[in-house]
T-cell receptor, first 114, second 111 residues
Framework: SAVISQKPSRDICQRGTSLTIQCQVD?????MFWYRQQPGQSLTLIAT?????????ESGFVIDKFPISRPNLTFSTLTVSNMSPEDSSIYLC???????????FGQGTRLTVV | GQNIDQPTEMTATEGAIVQINCTYQ??????LFWYQQHAGEAPTFLSY????GLEEKGRFSSFLSRSKGYSYLLLKELQMKDSASYLC????????????FGQGTTLQVKP
């Protein structure tokens, strides 16, 4: 199993500002994933963070709004830029298990934009 | 593409059995996952099915029928702590490790 530390756990931000969320894994992993969970909704994949290359974004998500860094095999950041109240969600990072497909999740960042 | 459908809400009584259904349409098939998510917490893995049939793990069992594009999660001897959302998910296309989630089923267990 993988232990994933994500911070901050929650934040309240002013509209128009940006927040960077950090995700640290206790072992090296090839791919890390960032999901968004809007209130009362299920998880939607934002992007796949690949070490050494640009992130791959899903339909409806763009790099300007959600820039991602992946400087090494154990760490990634997601920035939510120019925030609006619609960005209020839980943001989760995830990694695929080394063996098999089981995904492990960080504890999530609960973001409220006011 | 992938499409996953599951009921939005279910209610059951403590000590009873509940079955949560999930139907899916995928281009290719690389297994199906069930996750449990308590309010305010991250999802935790429950089961993974890639072959047809029933997989039993304590009070929880998961069933898969690939020909019907259908799975269910069976919870026995329900406890109050089982009140949570249950998420059905399939790997994304090209098997890159990402998951596509259904909308989740919120289960409320009542005394």
């Amino acid at each position: 199993s993988a232990v994933i530390s994500q911070k901050p756990s929650r934040d309240i931000c002013q509209r128009g500002t940006s927040l960077t969320i950090q995700c640290q894994v206790d072992s090296q992993v090839t791919m890390m994933f960032w999901y968004r969970q809007q209130p009362g909704q299920s998880l939607t994949l934002i992007a796949t963070a690949n070490q050494g290359s640009e992130a791959t974004y899903e339909s409806g998500f763009v790099i300007d709004k959600f820039p991602i860094s992946r400087p090494n095999l154990t760490f990634s950041t997601l920035t939510v830029s120019n925030m609006s109240p619609e960005d209020s969600s839980i943001y989760l990072c995830s990694v695929e298990a080394r063996q098999g497909f089981e995904a492990f999740f960080g504890q999530g960042t609960r973001l409220t934009v006011v | 593409g992938q499409n996953i459908d599951q009921p939005t809400e279910m209610t059951a009584t403590e000590g009873a059995i509940v079955q949560i259904n999930c139907t899916y349409q995928t281009s290719g098939f690389n297994g199906l996952f069930w996750y449990q998510q308590h309010a305010g917490e991250a999802p935790t893995f429950l089961s993974y099915n890639v072959l047809d049939g029933l997989e039993e793990k304590g009070r929880f069992s998961s069933f898969l029928s690939r020909s019907k594009g259908y799975s269910y999660l069976l919870l026995k001897e329900l406890q109050m702590k089982d009140s949570a959302s249950y998420l059905c998910a399939v790997p994304g296309s090209s098997n890159t490790g990402k998951l596509i989630f259904g909308q989740g089923t919120t289960l409320q267990v009542k005394p």
